[in-house]
């Protein structure tokens, strides 16, 4: 019965959200609609100039992130590489691996994916056989590990599947979702809980206290 109160209230507030959402939008749009009505040639012309100008900027960014190695996960050869790598990207995500260990393949395949949707963000794989002194420097015990470096500092780290639900089967969504927390992508989704919670698991200890 209790379970059944519980998804009842669930659905409400839910359903609430989403009129609430709605609303908003419809309000921004509305206020959007009125502004472009209110507008003379003038006005919209020079609107629309800073918006091809954003865009040719966005575009130019881009192209720049690709000639740095970005849009693409990457293995780097040695230590050497690294620094160089990390020195001229704002934002790396490297992933150290062992050929040995199963769970690296996991995260490769997942990884792979968020380096072509993340083009801002250089997304890199190096062998921790191969690089000791890294790894002693970055005290990375546990393979597979990920550091999280911005402006050529690391700032956090994955360490194993902890984060991620602590499973093998997790989605390439929770790893974006962890790399959001981090603030080293540009994610668009709630941070406040990771994709692999329910909103009932989020609600259910409120409900037993």
């Not at 230590?79 to 995500?93: G, L, T």
């Not at 002693?136 to 500092?153: H, M, Y």
């Not at 599947?161 to 089967?169: A, I, K, S, V, W």
Request: aromatic share 8%; charged share 35%; net charge negative.
């Amino acid at each position: 019965m209790a379970a059944d109160t519980s998804v009842e209230i669930l659905q409400k507030v839910l359903e609430n959200e989403i009129l609430q959402t709605a609303k908003v939008v419809e309000e921004h749009l509305d206020a959007e609609m009125q502004k472009l009505d209110q507008m003379d040639e003038d006005e919209l012309e020079h609107l629309k100039q800073r918006r091809l100008e954003a865009l040719k900027k966005a575009q130019q960014q881009k192209q720049e992130w690709l000639s740095k190695g970005h849009g693409e996960y990457r293995e780097i050869p040695s230590e050497r590489d690294f620094f160089q790598e990390v020195k001229e990207s704002k934002n790396v995500v490297c992933h150290f691996y062992r050929d040995t260990t199963f769970r690296c393949q996991i995260m490769d395949k997942h990884l792979t994916v968020l380096a072509k949707k993340h083009v801002e963000t250089k997304f890199l794989k190096l062998n921790a056989e191969k690089s000791p002194f890294l790894c002693e420097r970055l005290r990375i015990k546990v393979i597979p590990t990920v550091a999280l470096i911005k402006d050529g500092k690391t700032q956090d780290y994955i360490v194993g599947f902890t984060d991620l639900g602590n499973t093998d089967d997790f989605t390439t969504e929770t790893l974006e979702w962890r790399l959001g927390c981090a603030d080293i992508i540009n994610y668009s989704g709630k941070l406040d809980g990771p994709p692999f919670q329910s909103p009932k698991e989020i609600l259910e200890p409120s409900f037993t206290k």
